[in-house]
Structures are given as structure tokens and as C-alpha cells.
């Protein structure tokens, strides 16, 4: 990796990755997180920073298909690996069938944790595509929901395992088991 | 009873869910501006001291550092959210006086920059002793925390309606318990940030606000600025729950900064910040006495409370009075006496939770109802069946109630949850309990936070020129809820439009008529009161331009899902696309407007205006729990939620925030608190410490809600937001209870304390047997 020294004796290392199939190449130091430079360097701010601690899971993104947090992986370490971000989930102007289901299921609400939610979500469809009620709260465990109780994200979630991206009808106002 | 309409009661998905999934959606935080510093806010590492002197030179020395300020430059005109106790600096003058009090700040190239610069400044401090403990806050010799108020009190409430001494009296059982409750922090997953830019003399700030009106008032205060010269805008908000509704020092610091360099500056919260800034919810100590016949009616009842303020006012004048004033709304009683004391100490200033003030005496008055209950050998259930209000009905600190269904609700939670069945003697599995609790809450506040004429919300609806689609313009926030949502529901309601064709441009103090914001669950009532004003207005000019096109007159016409056709005469029809259209050449802009203020409400006591509101609505929660008795372990096994939210504008929405507020119940009921150590440090300000409930610890829910119209508010509607976690943490506390046979008297309901109460319960049993 090519590096180079700041007049404090500082490094800075050149760093290719592809994010959402697009390569790139940042200069990083050596304790640039991951997610400062999807927000910062690539302007993809729809992953989200919530505690920089790897807590609440919003900054969530997907390397080789698999979910970490993006705040607790150094840039350094993302090297030649394939980062998806929740920028790079809709084909197109498609929405995926997950983000589909979840603004149909009513799994949105101040949004903050969605995109790493969609994101857990995605890697767990991959892997499992007809999980359990169970193993779907397993998945999301790491995203922490303030808003919702998470009860419309698992529904949301276990719809697209069904092939579904909407509610069954609702029959009436007052009844929602 | 139903009413006739088209788009509410519909759960048409969020109007900002694409944005929200796609990772469009701008935060706050996410906003960039060319040229533009980040800033940092320097604090307190003491809980009291004396401020003996600041010398910034080392940190303004250092190269990326652009400015450094304290409170020698800043107005040192006192600010607060309560007009009554403006107790805070922007920064601290002469005293600190909590871990986390505003010292300085710094504007720098980067983030690492600023770490480094707050570093470098070096403050000296002479340390006093803290006042930690809010019970003892008052006693002899503690030291005085503010010199403007003695003995540490920020508010002291001494209320009586009726004769207490007589209803106690003439009671058949008149009975005390008391309670401690916790602090709990509302934990929003999007940190509080504020990015402040001038232009000449006039200053905008992107703020993660619930309400852009009152920091533009605020704002505009401080700085001696005209309001018009101040511009507040909200991106989106990932949550407030209450914690983002009061200045935080962001906006007035990095107004500050950015006049002094002349560029942007975005100043914000890590987590431990956020727990340091606080405003969540009060502790509070609770002794509540009621008296009841023998029959189990509730003839008068005494709230004695004690709350532990921080160091600051915040809303905390407000949730002292919300504290014991909404605990008549679901029982009917006609004496009653609230006292209380709102305490200053040497910790982060608490505020509103959702709920505000109500959901811990809630917990108090609900746990002790049922060893009430208990006493007299009467089912819980009953208790609450014999004591529900009912419509129409005015509570002893007169509210005025108008629809009213909790016996419905209650009523209903008995079927869904198995209730009776669960009650006889094996109905359940050995180590399950299950327990009842009500609650209630104004659908929006009677008066404002700051006096003023102003109406409370006020709308603009502009159809666009050739009639494809119409703009909402409201002050009112969306920050997760679902105003923008529900908000265009009701204007394309009115209008006769549909509501995929609706845009929204909102909480923007600039483009936007104002709105006080998004707390005491006020904006599906009175911000839908303005749309509907303004949608009608719509209406009605358009029925005026198709009676001209279709010679007929406007009372023969009507408009629906944007059709404008004749009631008498079949054929006659016009689109709301073409008419609109030509209400533009002929007429210009085709816009309505509405707004709406409360009318006149509460009586005419010292405090009669906090809970007033012009609907209150009403809910029941049943859950039942599993104990384990080796380890103390909660598990809930099942939640039913029953509610009176009068109409539903949109069920998904509506359930959505009742799951909600069950999962934060939850977590202040069993988990959340936020904990001290002896030199007033947050022990554990992150969200592995502070436990928030993640997936696996949400519990079946089943939410319901009855037939309900509220005749005072726009197509019927009432709140749902915050009244949902009122009766949660004395349900948890009743089926607990009903689990293990002893109660635990404080919050959180911990598997510890469980534990404990188990062991001494079998010790005591012991105890008799030998």
C-alpha cells in the first residue's frame, strides 16, 4: 500500500475499495474508521452514525455480503474487500423487495436505523432465505430501534421471506395481532 | 361511531419511507456546507465548583483551531425552556454545576482537531461539595445550589380540590405506599446536532429539533435578533421522545462561532454527551394514599411527590405540575390533594420523556391500586371497572372530559387477554402473573410553553399550477412519528384530493406557517385542525370555479378522490385537476389556509393550565410476565394494548407507536436507569450499559383500539404517541406482583431486586414455619 508522512511523521495510506460495485481510492490514516470514510471522503451518509462505539448497529454495511459495523472497521482493513451501502441496495430506482416491504409494513419511523436495518436484513435473506420469527430477531439484535418495538420490522422482514412486500389486508382499523 | 371518509383510516405507507430506506434521507448530521468548521462544546469534569479561571491560549495556539469561545463571549442573558426559571448560560460563568456543564467551545478544521483543542484548555476549578441525592436535597446544610432558590427548590406545588380530610374520613380502608422511580434517558438513535451559517445579519441553523418555532424564539431572544431574521430548519430527526425539544447549547454556540470565523459550523453530541445533556426523565418519589369505600370506590387520594430536578429548570416546571395533575384523568374521584417538590441537584436537568411527567406517579398510583385491590379482596380488573371515567365527565382539577372509552377498554383487554380465565387458581403456569394498568394523556397541550397570542398551528396549501398535485406547508416536525404522513392524509381528506399526490414542505420557521412542535402529542389534533381549515378552503374554491364551468350552483357539488361532480344531476363532472387549472389562469394561486388555537380550557387555580387539552385519550394495558424464581428473570409472555385514540387516521402508524412505547415502557420498567457514581460521573452514559430493548427482548404485543369520535377535534381524531407508555411500568409492576405474591417498590423492576424480594419472601416464610 502506498503511504505517505505528514511534517508531523503522521501516515497516510492509499486505499482501494469498491463500494456498491463503484471502486475507489481515499487516503486514510491509519485509525480512519470505515464509516468516516463512506460518510466523509464518499459522501454516502445514509450510513448512519449513532454511538461510535459499535452499540446501535446504524452504521451497519455489508462487507463481502456479510453485516459489520462500519464504525468498528478500520478503513485500512476494508482494503480490496466489496462494501455494500444502503446507496447501493435499490436496483436503480427500484426499490429492493426489503425496502419495499418495509415502508409497506410501516417498519420506518424516524428512519435513523433503517438502512442498517435493511442492510442485517439483506445478509440475512442471503444466507437464510426462509428464516424463523426467531432468527430474524437474532439478526437485527445488533440494530437498535428506539421507535418501533421492531414488531413491523420482523413483520416486514418474514413478508419478503414469504415472497410478500405487503400487509395481508387489514381488515378493519382497530384489529392488528 | 364511523364516519364517511376516503383517505383516513387508510394505512397508505410514510410519505418519507422511500427517502428513509434508500439512505436519501438527510440528517442533520449528514448536511455539508463548502468551508465548513465542526465545533465542539467543552464541559464540566465536576458536579459543583467554582469556575476561578479559563485560559484558552494553548488551545487557540493550535494550527486547525479557528475560533475559541467562553462565556465572555456570549450574551450572558439567562436562557431556559421555561420562562418562568430561566436558569442556564449559554456558557457557565461563575459555577458548574453538574458533570457536563457548558464550559467553553472550539471551532476547528476537523473533528480531531477539536478533541485536541478542548484538551488544551485549561480550566481551574475550586470544587464544592454536590448535592447528589434529591430526597436530601432540602435538608440543613446542603449546599445551595443556586443562590436564587433556597433549599435547593426549583418548584414546589401544594394543590387540594374538595375535602380530603373528609373523603379520607369517611373512607373504609385508607391506605399509603410509596415509590422511587428512576432516571431513565430517552435514547434517541440520531445524536443531537446543529449547524449554524450566516448571511449578513441573518443566521440559519439546521437543527435536530422537535421545535423549530420555540429555538427560533429562543435563538432570537438570546442574541437580541428579530424572529424573521433567525431561520430554523429541520431535516429529518432520527426520534426526540422529548429530549430535543429545548435549546441544547449547539445551536447558540455555533451560532457564535460561525459569526466570529465567518463560516459554517457544525456543533454535535457523541452518545456520552447526550447522556451528559440529559433532559430525560425525572426520578421521582412517590406516596400516594387513597381512601375507598368498602366496596372498592375511590373516594379522595393524596399524591405526596419528591422529584430530582438536575441542575437545571428545563420543562421540569411543567412535569411537576403533569405529574399529579393527569393522575385523575382515568379514575373518577372528586377530592384530591397534590403536593410536591421539584429538586435541584448536581446532575444533568431532566425534561420531558415521552409521557412527560405521567408515566412514573402512573406506576405509583397503579401498583398501589391493586394492593388496594388486594386488601379488600377485589380483583383488579373490577377495581379499575368500578372506577373508570366515564364521557363528559370533569376531573376534581377541572379538566374537562369529552369522549371517553376506558370502560370499553377495559372491558375488551379482559376478553383479548384471557383475563378471567388467567385469574382462577392454576389459570396459569406456576412463576406467571399477569397484571392490568390504565392510562390517559391530552391530545396537545391547552397553553404554550412561552405566553403568546399566537395561534398553535397554522397550514398552507399550495395546488400546483396545472393541478397534478398539491403542497402541505406546516412548522410541524416530523421526527419518526408520522406527522408529515397523517398530516397530508387529513389535507387531502379535506380538499377531496388524493393523498399520493400530496408534497410536503415542513418545520422550516422561513417557508413554513409556524407550529409549536412536536410534543404533548399535539399535532394529529391541532395541526390536523389546520389542515382541515385549509384543505376546506380548498374545497370551497374549487366547488365556487366548477360552478361557474359547470353552471350549476356550489352546494350542488362535491368533491371527492378529485372528482368535482354535481349531487343532483348525474354526468356532471369535473376533474380537480382541470378545475384547479383554471382557477390558476383566472384567479391565481389556488391555496388555502388554516390555523388553529385552543379554545379558552382549566380552571382558574396557581398551575390550572398544564394538562388541560382540548381531548384526552384513554387506553388499557395487560401483560402477563414469567418469573424466574432462581434468577429473577422477567421474561414477558404477552402484551395486550386496548385504546380510545378516537378516529384512526392510520392504523399502521397508530400501532406503530403503541409497539413503540410498549418497548420503551419496557425498558424503563425492567432495564433503564441511569446510574451515578459518589462524585456525580455517569457510570454508564453508552447503549451497551444504558440497556435500550433490541429485538430479542420485544415481547408478543397485541394492540387494539375501540369506537371512538371525539367531537371537538377535526374528523374525531385524539393522540396516541405518548399516552401508549403511560400504563406500561404499572402494568409490568402489577403482573410482577401477581407472579411472586411481593412487590418491588422502585423502578427499574430489575431481575436483581425481583431476586431479592423473592428471598426474602421465602425467608420470611421460613421464618414463620420455624
Known amino acids: 500500500m502506498n503511504t505517505i508522512e505528514d511534517k508531523e511523521g503522521v501516515k497516510r495510506y492509499m486505499l482501494s475499495l469498491t463500494v456498491n460495485g463503484d471502486p475507489h481510492t481515499v487516503v486514510v490514516k491509519a485509525n480512519t474508521t470505515l464509516s468516516q470514510v463512506l460518510r466523509n471522503e464518499l459522501a454516502l451518509t445514509g450510513t448512519k452514525q449513532g454511538c461510535e462505539l459499535g452499540d446501535c448497529g446504524s452504521c451497519t454495511v455489508l462487507m463481502d455480503g456479510k453485516p459489520v459495523n462500519s464504525c468498528m472497521v478500520l478503513a485500512l482493513e476494508a482494503e480490496g474487500h466489496e462494501v455494500t451501502t444502503i446507496e447501493g441496495v435499490a436496483e436503480g430506482a427500484k426499490l429492493s423487495d426489503l425496502q419495499e416491504s418495509f415502508v409497506n409494513h410501516g417498519a420506518v419511523q424516524c428512519g435513523y436505523c433503517s438502512p442498517g436495518m435493511v442492510l442485517s436484513a439483506k445478509a440475512l435473506l442471503k444466507r437464510n432465505p426462509h428464516p424463523t420469527e426467531l432468527e430474524v430477531r437474532e439478526a437485527i439484535s445488533g440494530n437498535l430501534c428506539r421507535c418501533t418495538g421492531y414488531v413491523h420490522i420482523v413483520e416486514a422482514i418474514l413478508a419478503v421471506s414469504e415472497g410478500r412486500t405487503t400487509p395481508p389486508e387489514e381488515t378493519n382499523a382497530g384489529g392488528e395481532a | ?770
Open chain 2, 1 to 770: 361511531m364511523s364516519i364517511n371518509t376516503k383517505i383516513i383510516g387508510r394505512s397508505v405507507p410514510r410519505i418519507d419511507g422511500r427517502d428513509k430506506v434508500t439512505g436519501a434521507a438527510k440528517y442533520t448530521g449528514d448536511i455539508k456546507f463548502p468551508n465548513m468548521l465542526f465545533g465542539k462544546i467543552l464541559t464540566s469534569p465536576h458536579a459543583h465548583a467554582r469556575i476561578i479561571s479559563i485560559d484558552t491560549s494553548a488551545a487557540e495556539a493550535l494550527p486547525g483551531v479557528k475560533a475559541v469561545i467562553t462565556h465572555k463571549d456570549v450574551p450572558d442573558i439567562k436562557y431556559g425552556i421555561s420562562p418562568a426559571r430561566w436558569d442556564e448560560n449559554i456558557f457557565c460563568i461563575d459555577k458548574v454545576r453538574f458533570v457536563g456543564d457548558k464550559v467553553a467551545a472550539v471551532a476547528c478544521t476537523d473533528e480531531e482537531t477539536c478533541y485536541k483543542a478542548l484538551k488544551l484548555i485549561k480550566v481551574e476549578y475550586e470544587i464544592l461539595p454536590a448535592v447528589l441525592d434529591f430526597r436530601k436535597a432540602m435538608d440543613e446544610g446542603m449546599p445551595q445550589i443556586h443562590d436564587e432558590y433556597p433549599k435547593n427548590i426549583n418548584v414546589e406545588i401544594h394543590q387540594e380540590f374538595g375535602d380530603i380530610e373528609k373523603a379520607f374520613k369517611e373512607a373504609h380502608l385508607v391506605r399509603t405506599d410509596a415509590f422511587l422511580g428512576n432516571r431513565a434517558y430517552q435514547s434517541p438513535i440520531e445524536p443531537h446536532s446543529a449547524t449554524s451559517l450566516w448571511d449578513g445579519d441573518k443566521l440559519t441553523v439546521y437543527s435536530s429539533t422537535q421545535s423549530p418555532h420555540y429555538f427560533q424564539y429562543y435563538i432570537a431572544r438570546e442574541f437580541g435578533m428579530d424572529m424573521g431574521n433567525v431561520r430554523v430548519v429541520k431535516p429529518y430527526v432520527g426520534g426526540g421522545f422529548g429530549g430535543k425539544m429545548e435549546p441544547t447549547g449547539l445551536e447558540f454556540a455555533g451560532a457564535v462561532l460561525a459569526k466570529l470565523t465567518g463560516r459554517p459550523v457544525r456543533m454535535f453530541f457523541d452518545r456520552h454527551e447526550m447522556f451528559a445533556h440529559n433532559r430525560g426523565r425525572h426520578a421521582q418519589y412517590m406516596e400516594i394514599t387513597t381512601g375507598v369505600t368498602k366496596d372498592g370506590k375511590i373516594l379522595g387520594a393524596h399524591s405526596n411527590f419528591m422529584m430530582d430536578g438536575g441542575a437545571y429548570t428545563s420543562l421540569g416546571i411543567a412535569t411537576a405540575y403533569y405529574a399529579g395533575a393527569l393522575l385523575p384523568l382515568t379514575y373518577e374521584f372528586d377530592h384530591y390533594k397534590f403536593d410536591l417538590f421539584r429538586l435541584y441537584t448536581n446532575l444533568p436537568a431532566c425534561g420531558a420523556q415521552r409521557g412527560h411527567g405521567a408515566p412514573q406517579p402512573k406506576y405509583a398510583f397503579e401498583s398501589h391500586l391493586d394492593n388496594v385491590a388486594t386488601e379488600l379482596g377485589m380483583d383488579p380488573m373490577d377495581i379499575r371497572l368500578l372506577n373508570a371515567r366515564r364521557p363528559e365527565t370533569v376531573t376534581p382539577n377541572d379538566f374537562a372530559i369529552h369522549s371517553c372509552e376506558l370502560t370499553q377498554c377495559l372491558t375488551r383487554a379482559r376478553i383479548i387477554s384471557n383475563w378471567d380465565e388467567k385469574k382462577k387458581e392454576g389459570g396459569m403456569p406456576k412463576g406467571h402473573g399477569i397484571g392490568v394498568s390504565t392510562g390517559s394523556f391530552v391530545s396537545g397541550a391547552g397553553y404554550p410553553i412561552y405566553r403568546t397570542d399566537l395561534p398553535h398551528s397554522a397550514v398552507v396549501i399550495k395546488v400546483n399550477e396545472d393541478g397534478t398535485s398539491a403542497t402541505l406547508y406546516t412548522g410541524a416536525p416530523d421526527i419518526g412519528q408520522g406527522s408529515d404522513t397523517v398530516l397530508c392524509q387529513m389535507a387531502a381528506e379535506a380538499m377531496g384530493f388524493h393523498y399520493e399526490k400530496m408534497k410536503i414542505i415542513a418545520a422550516d420557521t422561513e417557508t413554513c406557517p409556524m407550529d409549536l412542535g412536536a410534543y404533548a402529542s399535539r399535532l394529529t389534533l391541532m395541526t390536523g385542525a389546520a389542515c382541515k381549515a385549509a384543505g376546506e378552503e380548498i374545497k370551497k374554491s374549487l366547488l365556487e370555479m366548477a360552478s361557474s364551468m359547470l353552471h350549476l350552483p356550489p352546494d350542488d357539488l362535491e368533491c371527492e378522490d378529485a372528482i368535482i361532480y354535481s349531487k343532483s344531476r348525474e354526468g356532471k363532472a369535473l376533474t380537480f385537476q382541470e378545475v384547479a387549472r383554471k382557477h390558476f389562469v383566472l384567479k391565481g394561486p389556488l391555496i388555502g389556509k388554516g390555523s388553529y388555537t385552543p379554545p379558552k380550557l382549566g380552571g382558574k387555580f396557581k398551575g390550572s393550565p398544564v394538562g388541560t387539552s382540548p381531548a384526552y385519550s384513554f387506553g388499557v394495558q395487560v401483560g402477563e410476565v414469567k418469573i424466574d424464581e432462581e434468577t429473577g428473570e422477567i421474561e414477558a409472555v404477552g402484551f395486550w394494548d386496548v385504546h380510545d385514540c378516537g378516529t384512526v387516521v392510520n392504523p399502521r402508524l397508530l400501532h406503530g407507536q403503541v409497539h413503540g412505547a410498549l418497548s420503551m415502557g419496557m425498558g424503563e420498567s425492567v432495564w433503564e436507569e441511569v446510574l451515578f457514581d459518589d462524585k456525580g460521573k455517569i457510570k454508564n452514559p453508552d447503549l451497551a450499559n444504558y440497556r435500550i430493548l433490541t429485538a430479542l427482548d420485544m415481547p408478543p404485543v397485541e394492540s387494539e383500539i375501540v369506537d371512538s369520535y371525539e367531537d371537538i377535534a377535526p374528523w374525531g381524531v385524539k393522540e396516541i404517541g405518548e399516552g401508549s407508555t403511560n400504563p406500561t411500568m404499572g402494568c409490568f409492576s402489577n403482573a410482577i406482583y401477581d407472579a411472586m405474591g411481593v412487590r418491588v417498590y422502585s423502578l427499574p423492576l430489575s431481575y436483581e431486586k425481583v431476586w431479592r424480594a423473592l428471598k426474602e419472601k421465602r425467608e420470611r416464610e421460613q421464618g414463620k414455619k420455624e
